[in-house]
């Protein structure tokens, strides 16, 4: 376990549904993070949460639309995906960086397998 | 912008063999680095955390090295086991809280 949970490890869906999905951290970090995988691609960053607030939209569709209630838990709103959007997506934590610590080590839950159909 | 290469994408050797994987990065400017390893549809689980001010870091049987001037890193894996058939991934964190990632090297070690 690495102290970050994601639910629901699996999902199927069509173009038409909204669904969600969460991760929770129990590690006390301060950023979170929202990452596309898809096959044979590398990790694409999403959103970047630091103290509740977005930091970074990296260019990513309104279809997704992520929110941070608070400093342990990270949503990943979806409505009207595209089959492409099939993926795996993954949510980190980590401590901001500065002070050089081991503990700016990015936690990884074990993802979400999204498929669209 | 930031790219991040490794070599090779695949690599298979006997049980016991030493190893070294390769990562670059074409900006310097980096704060950290990092190596994770990742086993299939699983998420990813960090082994090394190199700050840009360091050149090395050690646990067991691995050593992550930094030349940040040139934009390398490698990651020596020493008699090498099975359970360490995974895909190992680095990536570069920007001062911006931005990371990048490699593609990957798919490591598979024949018993």
């Known amino acids: 376990e690495t102290g970050v949970t994601q639910t629901p490890r699996h999902l199927v869906m069509g173009m038409t549904n909204k669904k969600s999905l969460k991760c929770e951290q129990h590690l006390g970090h301060n950023a979170m993070y929202w990452y596309k995988q898809s096959a044979k691609k590398p990790l694409e960053l999403m959103f970047v949460?630091?103290?509740?607030?977005?930091?970074e939209n990296n260019s990513v569709p309104s279809r997704f639309s992520p929110e941070c209630p608070n400093s342990s838990h990270l949503f990943l709103h979806l409505h009207t995906l595209q089959p492409e959007d099939s993926a795996l997506y993954l949510c980190?934590?980590?401590?901001?960086?500065?002070?050089?610590?081991?503990?700016?080590?990015?936690?990884f839950g074990s993802g979400t397998q999204l498929s669209v159909l | 912008k930031q790219e991040v290469t490794q070599i090779p994408a695949a690599l298979s050797v006997p049980e016991g063999e030493n190893l070294v994987l390769n990562c670059s990065f074409t900006d310097s400017a980096i704060y950290n680095l990092q190596w994770f390893r990742q086993d299939p549809g699983k998420g990813l689980t960090s082994l090394l955390l190199?700050?840009?001010?360091?050149r090395e870091q050690t646990s067991g049987r691995l050593n992550a090295s930094l030349d940040k001037s040139s934009g390398r890193s490698t990651l020596y894996i020493a008699a090498s086991q099975p359970g360490d058939s995974a895909t190992y991934l680095c990536?570069?964190?920007?001062?911006?809280?931005?990371?990048?990632f490699g593609a990957g090297t798919r490591l598979t070690v024949k018993p």
């Open positions: 990536a570069v964190r920007q001062s911006n809280n931005d990371m990048r």
């Open positions: 949460y630091s103290l509740e607030e977005r930091v």
């Open positions: 980190a934590s980590s401590y901001l960086p500065g002070g050089g610590r081991q503990e700016e080590k990015l936690f």
């Open positions: 190199i700050q840009s001010s360091q």
